[in-house]
């Protein structure tokens, strides 16, 4: 049964030229990195592809070179305030991520696993290995594309959506995004599962995530409620990560950094941006499953942590047990908005509060920036996996009296033209 692919909407790039009395349209960090980039004189090796990884053609040390100087460009056009410091490099600057994906497809008679953003024809062979993960992600998606092309697994062919791999350096699951869930497909789903178990290949767990809409966002579909969310095919229900001798369970649909090698070196530069003092009160806004609380609860008198994932703050609240300082930790479920503060947070301490604000990429919602700053924090602390948001927040938070000290870019993304910058800021 062929599966059906989407062409994911393509982003327009191109600079537009300057027009009488107009301003010049400021080009995004990937398009001033782009333009530094020299196109790779060489094919990718035998079985890789470079797509989703432009850099990858690159030495490390180059690629930092690119970025830094594409970096301060951009901090110039826009004008941003504060001291903007080196790229902290990433410990791997290659094979690094902890999730992948493929998408699958059912053409001449066996199964492709296409890169995202990878079009129809495109890829002739049925599988690419990226320079961007592990080379254990490789032999597992070589291994179940082979055994799923077999005729026993058509059924699950038939059906899959997504193959995904998530987890860390020490464990790994596997999650089967299928168009439905019924018995018979979660008997072969289970029955292939028990080859994954056979394999030198640290596989953890496997489960089973429906996704009748095929949506091309493989875990944040809108679901059908009468389907289960997550089906454990075999394994723990969690996964687990240590960091500084911190230990983390998260749910396996919950998001986590994909670079594990760098969250060391994110947790010590949040620690010095903000500068806990026992006093203090910390908010940690989109929390996860509580990396930055827990990491940071024995420096603070009480840390508040809200998050509006289900599963990711059923794990923060398990995590208590796990790390000192659990019990001056408190985690609330909510969506976070201008609205919602006030219920989900407690009375403000002015000038005794740190906020820690770690939105998804398309940054946190009209109207939250200037009720956080109406509580008066102390210290401030707005991390920014979309770079281009940049500029729009410094000028939100300075409406409101709050101006930039120090930016620390980190290489979350090595070999594409994405970076995190982690912002402090102060009041005037």
Known sequence: MPQKEKKSPSKQTREQKQAPGRETHAASFGELLSSLVPASPKRPPPNTTWQGAPLAHLGYKRELELKNRALETFWQRHQIPGTLEPIRGSPLPRHYRTTSTRRAAWKRGTLFLHMAGTKPGEQQQ???????EPESHGRIYRFLRAKISEPPFRMVAGHLNHLIIRGSYAEQAVIFNVDTMN????RKLKLLSGHLQNMDEPVAAAFAYPDPSDSPYYLEARQSPELPRLKRLFGRQRLMVEHHGHRFLFHPTSFSQVNESIVPLMLQEA????APEQEERLLDLYCGYGLFSHYLAPEYKQVVGVEAEGPS?????????LNPGGDRVRFRPGQITSESLEDLLPAPLPGKEAILLDPPRQGPKEGVIPALARREPGKVLHIHCNADLLPQSVQKWAKQGYHPLRAVPMDMFPGTTEIEILLALGRD
């Open 313 to 321: 703050i059923e794990a923060a609240r398990a995590n208590k047990k």
């Open 126 to 132: 049925p599988f690419l290995a990226s320079p961007l």
């Open 271 to 274: 620690h010095s941006l903000l």
């Open 183 to 186: 018995g018979p497909l979660v």
